[in-house]
């Protein structure tokens, strides 16, 4: 079957660093994506990866590896508002999503 | 309209009605979706649209209903509603090219009694 695992819930301070790590087990990978839902909102999307490596866009850089079936969201500089889930989802080999249950972060004065 | 539109955006239903959530877009993307949204589950795809005039099934199709008669326009009907239908309902859509990235609207909070 498909998988995507990611944390239930992670709390991390203003100001500093937090990491959200998803590991996936999908038929076939054209792609990992990470969105943001604050709550009572609807998802939006963050970021890309499609090649192993880092993608760095502002505060947030996202990573991958293929071979690891491995992504991680990296926050930087944490603000009040980074206060949401993060939701990891992966394009399946029928270009289908496979979503994540998603990780709650809370952040903390 | 801007972007995706959804209604209602929170209803209360007895169990056995039938319901319809509207969803309209004025993106012109070919691709439409509709996900519900559960507590400690990803989001789980119902249906989807390639295309007007086309739709298929996604993860968890029974108890619902979509049509695709236009480009814009991709109802999600329940039958006869039953509890298990309560969840927040979203309506996606893709722009061209198979790239994954989806645009959600707001989303309907459906509660089924």
């Known amino acids: 079957g498909q998988n995507i695992d990611q944390p239930t819930e992670m709390t991390a301070t203003e100001g500093a660093i937090v990491q959200i790590n998803c590991t996936y087990q999908?038929?076939?990978?054209?792609?990992l994506f990470w969105y943001q839902q604050h709550a009572g909102e609807a998802p939006t999307f963050l970021s890309y990866?499609?090649l192993d490596g880092l993608e760095e866009k502002g505060r947030f850089s996202s990573f991958l590896s293929r071979s690891k079936g491995y992504s991680y969201l990296l926050l930087k500089e944490l603000q009040m508002k980074d206060s949401a889930s993060y939701l990891c989802?992966?394009?399946?080999?029928?270009?289908?999503?496979?979503w994540g249950a998603g990780t709650k972060l809370i952040i903390k004065p | 309209i801007a972007g995706i539109t959804q209604a209602p955006t929170s209803q209360i239903l007895a169990a056995g009605r039938r319901m319809t959530l509207r969803c309209t877009q004025d993106?012109?993307?070919?691709?439409m979706y509709w996900y519900r949204q559960d507590l400690g589950l990803g989001l789980r795809l119902i249906h989807y649209?390639?295309?007007?005039?086309?739709?298929g099934k996604g993860e968890v199709p029974d108890g619902y209903s979509v049509s695709r008669a236009n480009t814009d326009d991709f109802p999600l009907t329940l039958a006869s509603a039953v509890p298990s239908q309560t969840s927040v309902y979203f309506c996606?859509?893709?722009?061209?090219?198979?790239?994954?990235?989806?645009?959600f609207g707001e989303g309907s909070r459906l509660t089924v009694l």
């Open positions: 996606a859509t893709a722009p061209p090219g198979n790239t994954g990235e989806l645009f």
């Open positions: 993106m012109r993307h070919n691709a």
């Open positions: 649209s390639n295309t007007a005039g086309t739709t």
């Open positions: 999908t038929s076939g990978f054209n792609g």
């Open positions: 990866n499609v």
């Open positions: 989802a992966v394009l399946d080999s029928n270009y289908q999503l496979i």
